[in-house]
């Protein structure tokens, strides 16, 4: 089992960052990838980022290329989401996200894991 500790969360003006951290523990050896969804009120999970394990390949939704950045500090364990020029649209609660073997990337039934998620509220 693996389990997620989010962390980051908050309120920022527009135009602002915040960065949320995510660190894995418990059997992270068998990771292969890992990444945020968002959930705003009254709408499905979306895919926001994702990294992959070996290789560091990331992913980005349109929404968010060019604004946010996934990394992975291997030292500490522990994914970040670097998030810039924030809009009120990117209101939602994130949530961590992780997976082993050779699984998708887009869909959030591509994960195994989940974080209890953080909220980030973004005003205008």
């Known amino acids: 089992q693996v389990q997620l500790v989010e962390s980051g969360g908050g309120l920022v003006q527009a135009e602002g960052s915040l960065r949320l951290s995510c660190t894995p523990s418990?059997?992270?050896?068998?990771?292969?990838?890992m990444g945020w969804f968002r959930q705003a009120p009254g709408k499905e999970h979306e895919f926001v980022a994702a990294?992959?394990?070996?290789?560091?390949?990331?992913y980005y939704a349109d929404s968010v290329k060019g604004r946010f950045t996934i990394s992975r500090d291997s030292a500490r364990n522990t994914v970040y989401l670097q998030m810039n020029n924030l809009k009120t649209e990117d209101t939602a609660v994130y949530l961590c996200?992780?997976?082993?073997?050779?699984?998708?990337?887009?869909?959030?039934?591509?994960?195994?894991?989940w974080g209890q998620g953080t909220q980030v509220t973004v005003s205008s």
């Open positions: 990294i992959r394990w070996s290789g560091g390949d990331t």
């Open positions: 418990g059997r992270t050896a068998s990771l292969s990838r």
């Open positions: 996200v992780a997976a082993i073997g050779p699984r998708g990337i887009f869909r959030i039934s591509e994960y195994n894991y």
